[in-house]
């Protein structure tokens, strides 16, 4: 599958979060939806940006968005780190990468090194309190965020393009 375009059906998809309940993109009718995909569950740029999808779910709600995110992680995975944040917004688990392929999510080593250049982000990362050795291990996927509208049409496309690069949450917020 090839990357997805702006103005596109979004691609519906049924999957389980790692708590075992069934999400589908169809259960989310008339609401707009931020689909956020992100590497493995350990991966410590992934979990600073599910804690800022945890702060400001009150005003991103408010705005009539549901946030479903997508880890390249077993649900054990999911529970050992990122599911620690108790996210009120589904966390799917998808270890066999099925919705990345759906959507066109690449891995990169290059986005690695991208992001292991960036001085003021490696430093955020290590001061984070997420930063762990397992994540080197995981694989280099990039992130990707899609603003899906009411209609379920793609109104943003957002591919990464390192490791904790993804769509500015003032650009969610200020979604009309």
Known sequence: MGKVQVEEQAKKFV???YLGN????????NKRV?????RGASCPFCNMR?????????????????PITVFAATSEEIVKYAGKQNAPF???ADPS???YKLYGIEESSVGMLKAMMNPAKMVRMMFSGFFNMKSIKDRPIIPADFLIASDMKIHKVYYGKDF?????LQEILDWK
């Open 15 to 17: 999957a389980t979060d």
């Open 22 to 29: 069934m999400v589908k993109l169809t259960d989310y009718p």
């Open 34 to 38: 931020l689909l956020s995909f992100f």
């Open 50 to 66: 599910i804690h800022q999808l945890i702060k400001a779910y009150p005003q991103i709600k408010e705005k009539g968005i549901q």
């Open 90 to 92: 589904p966390i799917i």
């Open 97 to 99: 990468l099925e919705l």
């Open 164 to 168: 904790g690069d993804h769509v500015p």
